[in-house]
């Protein structure tokens, strides 16, 4: 039945799908109707950063914005999930359409642009959930808030999701709100982190809970930057990286419809950057600072090609999209 209802969405457009699937798994996750997409795997913990995950197999954020289906994605078997990225005020995001699919290839053009209903309704979704696992909360800025002031907006969002996250991602490398990865560069970027590494200091005073903070990065990234940038979170003390966000490279897709939408890429096509990326950021780090690998992730031997390059978790979203729950479960079980 599952398999029916994604080969039908597969085949509308790609929004109204996403918006569909988000709100049947909202209205279902929590009646017999989730034994549709649950998925039984596993447990396979690992700590990573203090915090235990269930199994080394996540969701990556961008698929559940407003944390409106925890739970279903919980019952699909991830070892962890990821929601956002959230903004302080709700947005709308890019005029539509924003979303493109590559079938070819299995792959996915973005420009959204962090739409979401602000941090404060997704609280109220996190507080909602009966989810116990390992919850990344991803926050960013308002596109209409200045690149001098990002930080402000960064700092509203940790304050508030802070006691519900067990991990909390600053996403400074989407490329579809403008100016936002020059937060990803030298002074900029070493002012950004020593704010939020002070603000952290302070709501672990006040929740007696230590909450780490993941920087996610871009692809599109030489190894002299991904060096500098390895070399800011060493000093700003950060607790890990996740690497990476989507690519605005289209080398891979040239030549197919919809290929030269503006936006981010994803999928499959994007797993020698993503794998690129972690190796050198694996070998900058020299294991102080734990990895997260995304992007790309298919199967069971790119999953494990990004931890043997120095990921200690994995997340899917493009494949997720195409391959439905049995994936999760393939990948568990296969690492």
């Not at 962890?80 to 924003?98: D, H, L, S, Y």
């Not at 002299?224 to 060493?234: G, K, M, P, R, T």
């Not at 290929?259 to 780090?285: F, H, M, N, P």
Request: proline residues 5%; hydrophobic residues 40%; aromatic residues 6%.
């Amino acid at each position: 039945m599952y398999d029916l209802i994604q080969n039908i969405l597969l085949k509308c457009e790609p929004e109204k799908s996403h918006d569909f699937s988000i709100k049947w798994l909202h209205r279902t996750q929590r009646t017999p109707l989730a034994a549709l997409y649950r998925e039984r795997t596993p447990d396979k913990p690992v700590t990573v950063a203090g915090v235990t995950f269930r199994n080394p197999v996540g969701l990556a954020a961008g698929l559940d914005k407003n944390g409106e289906c925890i739970d279903a994605f919980a019952a699909m078997g991830f070892g962890f999930i990821e929601v956002g990225t959230v903004t302080p005020r709700p947005q709308a995001g890019n005029p539509k359409p924003r979303l493109f699919r590559l079938p070819e290839k299995n792959a996915i053009i973005n420009r959204m642009g962090f739409n979401n209903k602000g941090v404060d309704y997704l609280v109220e979704q996190v507080k909602a959930s009966r989810y116990d696992g390992a919850l990344g909360i991803n926050i960013g800025k308002n596109k209409d808030t200045e690149e001098a002031n990002a930080l402000d907006d960064y700092l509203i969002c940790l304050n508030k999701v802070y006691q519900y996250a067990s991990y909390v991602t600053i996403n400074i490398s989407s490329p579809n709100t403008p100016g936002l990865r020059n937060l990803q560069y030298g002074e900029a970027l070493e002012g950004l982190l020593s704010g939020l590494k002070e603000a952290q200091t302070a709501l672990t005073a006040t929740h007696k809970k230590y909450v780490p903070l993941f920087i996610k990065i871009a692809p599109d990234l030489n190894n002299e930057e991904v060096d500098s940038i390895a070399a800011s979170l060493l000093k700003c003390e950060m607790d890990g990286v996740i690497a990476t966000n989507t690519t605005l490279g289209r080398d891979a897709v040239a030549g197919l419809a919809h290929a030269e939408e503006a936006g981010g890429l994803s999928g499959e096509v994007l797993v020698e950057q993503s794998q690129r990326i972690t190796a050198q950021l694996s070998k900058a780090l020299d294991g102080k600072l734990p990895i997260i690998g995304v992007g790309g992730i298919h199967d069971v031997a790119s999953a494990k090609a990004r931890m043997q390059a120095g990921a200690q978790l994995v997340q899917v979203y493009s494949s997720f999209i195409y391959q439905g729950p049995a994936l999760v479960k393939q990948l568990v079980e296969g690492l």
